[in-house]
């Protein structure tokens, strides 16, 4: 994630902190979660310590742990992961529980992102000649297709959020209400957007996504200028919580050199 | 029988041109870099590298000029995103254009499960919606016979060789590996033939008597190689930790083609083997590295 700016609040923090606060604030207590690579490692480590204590987080490198890792984490195999975890597996049996049903909540990131919630982490342009090659799926697609619902996680740029992706890799709600269905995917869907100025939802009606709350600093019109698309707006639309001081400090612990939030 | 070989010799006897290899197999650790910075020094061309994220590695053999496909769910650099060369290969054709079969994680893995129990396919609900089987013409999207539902079919494949990083082995290729495994367990029963790269060597008597630890049957392995090391940058639970670092420089220093001509040169081309290569890293930074504290198991009773 970019570093866009610090915000001039009474308490500093950065994008990425305040993005780290609104995801782990998406983790109910006793759900079982797909924590996926960068922020939500810490959002997991946050929201167990702070309303979550009985969520349990999946890797699917093939790890199940019910407590935060006793160190920071770059990536979801790193040997503090593995250390103390509830088990140690095979990546098939991670996804096996995604399919069959178990996993309320997943998270992924994303290069590109539309209007309904769709992610493209593969192709910008034809992918027969790409503008640019992006690393592709990884889990994210799967997560997409087969949790529950799923966050995304990601920089908000107006080249970021467009009108419609080139392609979809991992899907949201298609070209709108229905569409997963009639693609045979069988339930889930996004249920938030953290970017680096809001959080976005969707609209259940219509699975087009809508401005749920922008962060200190921004308002309703800084986000919109940001968005690729004309984006709609909630009704009871506010500036999304910042994070609290026991917040930070426990944010701070899981990353200490500020390598991802800093 | 041993089947102990130097790295130079399993590359060569076992990874001939044009073969299909799978690496990276348990994701974030246990990457076999070693095997990989080996196939690079002999100039193994048209490779088919399969995988569901390999970190870097993939990206080094495609720079280096290795890899004519890719069957693989991602391919970049877990610290740093992108990977420059995979999106050199795709974008200009640099050093040469790519076969890009797109996969996620899940759909590799199903794959290779498919090719280890011999069956065509194995459906999955993943992927539906998504644009990935227009960009892999191998999958099909098909009605399930007995729901009626849509279901996505996913092809298996059958690697030549899968090259595996573990703790430890026996000289026949009896090999322990812990931590989480990815899809190491699909990718061994998957392949033709496996070769091992382990750690440590340990006597028979170690591996049997913790049997339930053994990733894959001996009688796959054609190759043992032992290369204490071989998975740097990436960790092997029990011996060393992720050097995160580099990583990071492997990303700056790539991101131009003479950039990667002079990464390859100095930590692959002008290094003769691991050793050397262990040697360029420093006593230094190895030390960083290491384990800060053991945690062993309990021992378990395979009394009767």
Request: charged share 20%.
């Amino acid at each position: 994630m970019p570093r866009l700016w610090i915000m001039d609040t009474e308490m500093d923090y950065t994008p990425q902190e305040i993005m780290v606060a609104a995801a782990a604030r998406e983790i109910r207590d006793g759900e079982i979660v797909f924590t996926g690579m960068r922020l939500p490692l810490i959002a997991f480590a946050l929201a167990k310590q702070m309303h979550a204590p009985n969520a349990v987080g999946l890797f699917e490198c093939g790890l199940v742990r019910d407590t935060p890792a006793p160190e920071p984490l770059y990536t979801m195999a790193d040997p503090p992961n593995i250390a103390g975890a509830l088990w140690a597996t095979r990546m098939i049996n991670m996804m096996g529980l995604l399919q069959r049903g178990a996993v309320d909540l997943g998270f992924i990131g994303g290069a590109e992102l539309d209007r309904f919630g769709n992610l493209n982490t593969s192709y910008l342009g034809n992918p027969e000649s790409p503008k640019t090659k992006l690393p592709g799926s990884g889990g994210a697609a799967d997560i997409a297709g087969l949790s529950r619902r799923f966050v995304v996680i990601m920089a908000h740029e107006k080249r970021r959020l467009v009108e419609r992706v080139d392609y979809i890799t991992s899907p949201g709600f298609g070209d709108g209400q229905g569409w997963r269905e009639r693609v045979g995917l069988r339930q889930g869907g996004p249920s938030a957007i953290i970017t680096t100025l809001c959080v976005l939802g969707f609209a259940s009606s219509t699975g087009e996504a809508v401005l749920r709350s922008y962060h200190p600093g921004q308002s309703v019109a800084s986000v919109r200028a940001e968005t690729g698309w004309d984006l709609r707006v909630a009704e009871d639309v506010h500036e999304t919580e910042s994070p609290t001081a026991e917040e930070l400090t426990i944010i701070r612990r899981y990353d200490p050199q500020g390598f991802w939030t800093r | 029988m041993s089947k102990i070989m130097t790295m130079c010799d399993a590359v060569a006897r076992f990874v001939p041109r044009g073969s299909s290899v799978v690496m990276g197999a348990a994701l974030e650790s246990l990457i076999p870099f070693a095997a990989g910075h080996e196939i690079i020094r002999r100039q193994v061309r048209d490779l088919t590298l399969i995988g569901p994220i390999s970190d870097t590695l993939f990206d080094q053999l495609i720079g280096a000029g290795c890899v004519r496909k890719v069957i693989a769910a991602w391919v970049g650099n877990v610290s740093a995103g992108l990977g420059h060369n995979y999106r050199r290969a795709c974008e200009q054709g640099i050093p040469h254009r790519l076969e890009v079969s797109d996969h996620s994680n899940f759909t590799v893995s199903l794959a290779l499960l498919a090719g280890g129990l011999g069956a065509p396919y194995i459906p999955t609900y993943s992927l539906l919606g998504t644009d990935i089987p227009g960009t892999n013409p191998g999958f099909r999207q098909s009605i399930s016979p007995f729901g009626g539902e849509k279901i996505l079919l996913v092809p298996s494949l059958q690697p030549d060789v899968a090259i595996l990083h573990v703790q430890r082995s026996d000289e026949n290729g009896n090999a322990h590996a812990w931590g989480s495994l990815g899809i190491s367990e699909e990718a061994a029963l998957a392949s033709q033939r496996i070769i091992i790269v382990a750690e440590e060597i340990v006597p028979h008597q170690i591996i049997v008597s913790d049997p339930n630890r053994v990733l894959a049957p001996s009688f796959k392995v054609c190759a043992v190689v032992h290369e204490p090391g071989g998975a740097h940058p990436s960790p092997v639970q029990g011996y060393y930790n992720r050097d995160h670092e580099y990583y990071h420089e492997y990303h700056r220093t790539t991101r131009t083609v003479e950039g990667n001509a002079e990464w390859m040169g100095q930590w692959v081309a002008d290094v003769k083997d691991r050793a050397g290569y262990l040697q360029k890293l420093g006593e230094e930074r190895r030390q960083g590295l290491q384990l800060k504290e053991h945690r062993y198991a309990a021992p378990v009773d395979y009394g009767y």
